[in-house]
T-cell receptor
Framework: NAGVTQTPKFRILKIGQSMTLQCAQD?????MYWYRQDPGMGLKLIYYSVGAGITDKGEVPNGYNVSRSTTEDFPLRLELAAPSQTSVYFC?????????FGQGTRLTVV | GDSVTQMEGPVTLSEEAFLTINCTYT??????LFWYVQYPGEGLQLLLKATKADDKGSNKGFEATYRKETTSFHLEKGSVQVSDSAVYFC???????????????FGKGTLLTVNP
């Protein structure tokens, strides 16, 4: 049982490049989330999904897009990377109670 | 909207000291409350939880009691170890009007450092 798997673990992007952060869970959870964590700060919700085909914005969605074509996968897309998107990104999934988190993707935009 | 306020760190303690990290919340209805822990370089993992008033969550020597009258969920441990050094997050989930408690609200986190 792998839980929540995020790839890649680290990435350096140049300004204006695009990339997709992958997230997969094998617990058949309906709810999935993307958070970003800036140095010394708490978590900010980017997007969330309550089930396949349903996504909604969190508190900081600008510059990101998501899709949820299957229950298992919830990729996060950065279209035009900006230095302000340098952060650690966490994916999480949730069944009826607690959330389970991936190990994070550390992204640097230069 | 819902919010979670926890004491700001950093908190530095000596091994075997008593730990309290305060957490208060604002929410309508009856949220579930959680403490998560983040060790260096890792993701968050659930430490303990409580789903109704007066419930006590406990794990690894940590405890927290859901106090509805004071809207609090303070984390305590009687004797901390060096291995407890981490960031601790208080969080709540809310049952919305549709009956789906999908949203998690986190506090800003408290960095705990335990010295030998």
């Amino acid at each position: 049982n792998a839980g929540v798997t995020q790839t890649p673990k680290f990435r350096i992007l140049k300004i204006g490049q695009s990339m997709t952060l992958q997230c997969a869970q094998d617990m058949n959870h309906n709810y999935m989330y993307w958070y970003r964590q800036d140095p010394g700060m708490g978590l900010k919700l980017i997007y969330y999904s309550v089930g396949a085909g349903i996504t909604d914005k969190g508190e900081v969605p600008n510059g990101y897009n998501v899709s949820r074509s299957t229950t298992e996968d919830f990729p996060l897309r950065l279209e035009l990377a900006a230095p302000s998107q340098t952060s650690v990104y966490f994916c999480a999934s949730r069944g009826s109670t607690e959330a389970f988190f991936g190990q994070g993707t550390r992204l640097t935009v230069v | 909207g819902d919010s979670v306020t926890q004491m700001e760190g950093p908190v530095t303690l000596s091994e075997e000291a008593f730990l309290t990290i305060n957490c208060t919340y604002t929410a309508t209805g009856y949220p579930s409350l959680f403490w998560y822990v983040q060790y260096p370089g890792e993701g968050l993992q659930l430490l303990l939880k409580a789903t109704k008033a007066d419930d006590k969550g406990s794990n690894k020597g940590f405890e927290a009691t859901y106090r509805k009258e004071t809207t609090s969920f303070h984390l305590e441990k009687g004797s901390v170890q060096v291995s407890d050094s981490a960031v601790y997050f208080c969080a709540l989930s809310q049952l919305n009007s549709g009956g789906s408690n999908y949203k998690l609200t986190f506090g800003k986190g408290t960095l705990l450092t335990v010295n030998p």
